[in-house]
Every structure is written in structure tokens, then in C-alpha cells.
T-cell receptor, first 114, second 113 residues
């Protein structure tokens, strides 16, 4: 499968713990995005990278959230001191910077905070 | 910021009928409007998109129309099949400042045989 890959698929954690998710984009894609999706809602934009530079962050991304893309390839999203309200599907997506770029999503990491 | 409204939230049609889902957006600078299909437990998948320099685009049984003046766009599915059953999301963004898509809340489409 040469699509966007996310790990783990599921994560159950206790409130207050830190969690980290990984996203591997499509290899030739230099833009990488993180979204969050809760049940019955559309994905909500969190942040995006062009290569290793983080170019935009949503107000949804509190200071407990940090994302990195150190070498412009894979990315990690860390949530510190998790809260029950952080329970959601975290989706990664990638795209090129071509004129006709399109966003391709991974299967997501389902986070449950107990 | 951009606000995307999507209607209806649920839609039930009989196999073979047409389905129409409508979205409105608020930011006149938005110029890219994709539609995603999400089956239960799966990733959102791009099914069709349209850019603001085009009024209509068609791909087999799926078409999208855009009215920039009224700031609304619609998805049309003809000859619906049971496998079209899924949640459909519209989205809008200004691609000149990145592709931070603003999604609607989704339409759950059920196609009954």
C-alpha cells in the first residue's frame, strides 16, 4: 500500500498520560496535514507542514499538542496530559504542491482517553 | 474564518434514484471545493473536486456544480447504487494559503435496494 500510513490504529490511554502518533505520507508529497474527527462530525484542521516547516496551526491545537516533521518525511503528533475531550480519530493527510494538488487521507489513529 | 454548512444531514433514496447534497461557504476567497466519501470505519476518500474557475465538473455518475456568486456548491449522484451508501463531506479552502480544508458536518446517504 503506497498510501498515507498511520500508527497505531488504536490507542487507549488513561487521562493525564502522554501519547504520540506517527504519520508516513505518500513519498513524493511534501505537504502533510493533521486533522481531528469526532463521531458525526467532519474532520477539523489542526496543523500542516510543507517539508519540515510547520506553516499553519489551528486554534484547536492547544499547548498540550505538538507536531513535528523533522526531516520533511514522516510526522509525529504528541498530546501531553491527555483529557477525555481529546478522544477522537486523528487523521493525517498529504498532498503535493502542484497546481492540481489533492489531499489524500490515512486511516487514522483512534484515541480513547479513559 | 471559513464556515461550511452542509444539507441535508441524512438522505435516504431508492436504488436508481438521484441524490443531491448541498453546501454553502462563507469566505469569498475560497477557491477549491472537494467532496469526500467516508464509509464506516474507513478513511475519507476524495471522489470529486472543483476549482473556482469552473462551474461544473462530471465524473461518470457523480457531478459537482459551483455557484460562486451565491457561494454554494452541490454534489449530484445519479443512478444511485447500494455501494454509494456512506457519509459524504464537502469542504472548502483558499488554496493560495495552503490546503487547510474546512469541512461540512457530513451527509449520511442511504441507498436502499
Amino acid at each position: 500500500d503506497t498510501g498515507v500510513s498511520q500508527n497505531p490504529r488504536h490507542k487507549i490511554t488513561k487521562r493525564g498520560q502522554n501519547v504520540t502518533f506517527r504519520c508516513d505520507p505518500i513519498s513524493e508529497h511534501n505537504r502533510l496535514y493533521w486533522y481531528r474527527q469526532t463521531l458525526g462530525q467532519g474532520p477539523e484542521f489542526l496543523t500542516y507542514f510543507q517539508n519540515e516547516a510547520q506553516l499553519e496551526k489551528s486554534r484547536l491545537l492547544s499547548d498540550r499538542f505538538s507536531a513535528e516533521r523533522p526531516k520533511g518525511s514522516f510526522s509525529t503528533l504528541e498530546i501531553q496530559r491527555t483529557e477525555q475531550g481529546d478522544s477522537a480519530m486523528y487523521l493525517c493527510a498529504s498532498s503535493t504542491t502542484d497546481l492540481n494538488e489533492k489531499l489524500f487521507f490515512g486511516s487514522g489513529t483512534q484515541l480513547s482517553v479513559l | 474564518g471559513e464556515n461550511v454548512e452542509q444539507h441535508p444531514s441524512t438522505l435516504s433514496v431508492q436504488e436508481g434514484d438521484s441524490a443531491v447534497i448541498k453546501c454553502t461557504y462563507s469566505d469569498s476567497a475560497s477557491n477549491y471545493f472537494p467532496w469526500y466519501k467516508q464509509e464506516l470505519g474507513k478513511r475519507p476518500q476524495l471522489i470529486i473536486d472543483i476549482r473556482s474557475n469552473v462551474g461544473e465538473k462530471k465524473d461518470q455518475r457523480i457531478a459537482v456544480t459551483l455557484n460562486k456568486t451565491a457561494k454554494h456548491f452541490s454534489l449530484h449522484i445519479t443512478e444511485t447504487q447500494p455501494e454509494d451508501s456512506a457519509v459524504y463531506f464537502c469542504a472548502a479552502t483558499n488554496s493560495n494559503s495552503g490546503y487547510a480544508l474546512n469541512f461540512g458536518k457530513g451527509t449520511s446517504l442511504l441507498v436502499t435496494p
